[in-house]
């Protein structure tokens, strides 16, 4: 099987590049987001399935363990999870998992609710355990309490949660009440 792949993006298509490592175009499923002519390095996870082989990179090893984690849970296969990946950073990702944020995860196209609470279910014992770090942000209750509040004033969650993460890091004993000047201040850009 092929481990890591590095070469020159060739060609960015919807959801894949052509990634040329010497004289062989590979074809590469990614989240990731890459420029045309960059030479860039991917770890890579083949897919065999009856009617094709598919080539999935990523950047880090912990977005390859990652997605390998989310194609255990049942409903979702390589296409929703990379539809999950290519929305929700890595590290956002873990810390909805870990936190139990449904919403945060149901914000990837083709997630529901239920799709989501399922990840949750599944996936936040497993991730516990070593290989992923959450840090603070997982261990605050504090994140899912300003993400609804921010919610409640009309910010779409998408567009806040990364913000969210980091407030909740750097200032791991504040609430809600405090975080919330915060992310405003933040989001106003003063």
């Given at each position: 099987m092929i481990g890591k792949l590095q070469g020159?993006?060739?060609?960015?298509?919807?959801?894949?590049?052509?990634?040329?490592?010497?004289p062989v175009g590979y074809k590469v499923y990614t989240p990731e987001i890459l420029t045309l002519k960059s030479t860039v390095s991917l770890w890579i996870e083949t897919i065999v399935r009856e009617d094709s082989i598919r080539l999935f990179g990523f950047s880090t090893i912990a977005a390859q363990n990652l997605f390998n984690q989310l194609t255990t849970v049942s409903g979702v296969g390589p296409k929703v999870a990379m539809a999950i990946m290519g929305t929700i950073k890595t590290e956002?990702?873990?810390s909805a998992i870990a936190t139990g944020d449904a919403k945060t995860i149901a914000t990837a196209p083709g997630v529901g609710k239920k799709v989501a609470e399922k990840i949750i279910v599944e996936l936040k014992n497993k991730m516990g355990g070593g290989s992923?770090?959450?840090?603070?942000?997982?261990?605050?209750g504090a994140l899912p309490d300003?993400?609804?509040a921010l919610e409640s004033l009309g910010y779409r969650r998408q567009d806040v949660v990364d913000?969210?993460?980091?407030?909740?890091s750097q200032?791991?004993?504040a609430d809600v009440s405090k975080l919330v000047p915060l992310a405003l201040k933040e989001i106003s850009g003063k």
């Amino acid at each position: 099987m092929i481990g890591k792949l590095q070469g020159v993006i060739d060609y960015i298509g919807s959801d894949y590049v052509i990634l040329m490592a010497g004289p062989v175009g590979y074809k590469v499923y990614t989240p990731e987001i890459l420029t045309l002519k960059s030479t860039v390095s991917l770890w890579i996870e083949t897919i065999v399935r009856e009617d094709s082989i598919r080539l999935f990179g990523f950047s880090t090893i912990a977005a390859q363990n990652l997605f390998n984690q989310l194609t255990t849970v049942s409903g979702v296969g390589p296409k929703v999870a990379m539809a999950i990946m290519g929305t929700i950073k890595t590290e956002t990702l873990m810390s909805a998992i870990a936190t139990g944020d449904a919403k945060t995860i149901a914000t990837a196209p083709g997630v529901g609710k239920k799709v989501a609470e399922k990840i949750i279910v599944e996936l936040k014992n497993k991730m516990g355990g070593g290989s992923f770090d959450f840090g603070d942000t997982a261990a605050n209750g504090a994140l899912p309490d300003l993400l609804a509040a921010l919610e409640s004033l009309g910010y779409r969650r998408q567009d806040v949660v990364d913000m969210a993460q980091k407030l909740v890091s750097q200032n791991p004993s504040a609430d809600v009440s405090k975080l919330v000047p915060l992310a405003l201040k933040e989001i106003s850009g003063k």
